[in-house]
């Protein structure tokens, strides 16, 4: 497994990249407050970091791909 790029001493620990809820909310176009309810319900998994916080880029990709549904 490659080591973290952010901390080349820490062999075996995946890279996670976070994004901020003003991120998640322009790439899923939606408004913050959008994101924030997904987060209070569980929907979108996020860490609390100090008062604001942050979601996993993977997650959101991973919603994103699971919302699909067919209209027809």
């Keep these: 497994m490659p080591a973290n790029k952010r901390d080349p001493g820490a062999p075996g620990l995946p ?8 991120e998640v909310a322009t790439l899923m176009r939606v ?3 959008t994101v924030y309810r997904l987060v209070h319900n ?11 916080f942050r979601v996993p880029e993977k997650a959101v990709h991973d919603y ?7 209209a027809g």
């Excluded at 569980?42 to 604001?52: E, M, Q, T």
């Excluded at 994103?64 to 067919?70: M, P, T, V």
Aim: aromatic content about 10%.
């Design 31 to 33: 408004s913050k407050m």
């Design 64 to 70: 994103l791909q699971n919302a699909y549904f067919d």
């Design 15 to 22: 890279q996670v990249q976070f994004l901020t809820v003003a």
């Design 42 to 52: 569980g929907d979108l998994p996020a860490v609390r970091v100090g008062k604001s």
